[in-house]
């Protein structure tokens, strides 16, 4: 009886370890995909910031240049394509995880940790 207690207590520990280094795995693979998000959303914002510029700088040109047929023409289509690649880093943004799962995913890790105390503890 003693050896299948001590065996049962050996399993436990063995699982338990296992289920701690998931749980690093799992934190680690977190935070990588935090830092992914977070690269990704700066990219568009400063697509969408940069882009406001530009078309503020163009703007400013076809003034000076003068509103002839062809500085509208071709100010107007670098206008619409910087509108649409503003509309483009937005929606992309949109689709972007919240920064808000990794850290869900930490609490559920530290609620298995919690789990696995109170096994060790009967």
Same mark, same amino acid.
Do not use: C, W
């Given at each position: 009886?003693?050896?299948?207690?001590?065996?049962?207590? %050996?399993? &436990?520990?063995? *699982?338990?370890?296992?289920?701690? #280094?998931?749980?690093?795995?799992?934190?680690? *693979?977190? #935070?990588?995909?935090? &830092?992914?998000? %977070?690269?990704? $959303?700066?990219?568009?914002?400063?697509?969408?910031? @940069? /882009?406001?510029?530009? $078309? /503020?700088?163009?703007?400013?040109?076809?003034?000076?240049?003068?509103? /002839?047929?062809? =500085?509208?023409?071709?100010?107007?289509? &670098?206008?619409?394509?910087? #509108?649409?690649?503003? =509309?483009?880093? #937005?929606? $992309? &943004?949109?689709?972007?995880?919240?920064?808000?799962?990794?850290? +869900? *995913?930490?609490? @559920?890790?530290? +609620? !298995?940790? !919690?789990? !696995? =105390?109170?096994?060790?503890?009967?």
């Amino acid at each position: 009886m003693d050896k299948e207690v001590g065996s049962l207590i %050996d399993e &436990l520990k063995s *699982h338990n370890n296992q289920a701690k #280094k998931e749980a690093k795995i799992a934190e680690r *693979h977190a #935070k990588i995909t935090t &830092l992914e998000i %977070d690269i990704q $959303t700066l990219m568009f914002e400063e697509i969408i910031d @940069n /882009t406001k510029e530009i $078309t /503020t700088i163009i703007e400013e040109k076809r003034k000076k240049y003068g509103d /002839t047929p062809y =500085v509208k023409t071709h100010t107007t289509k &670098l206008i619409v394509q910087l #509108k649409e690649a503003i =509309v483009n880093a #937005k929606e $992309t &943004l949109s689709l972007l995880p919240k920064k808000k799962e990794p850290n +869900e *995913h930490k609490e @559920n890790v530290k +609620e !298995n940790e !919690n789990v !696995n =105390v109170k096994e060790k503890e009967k």
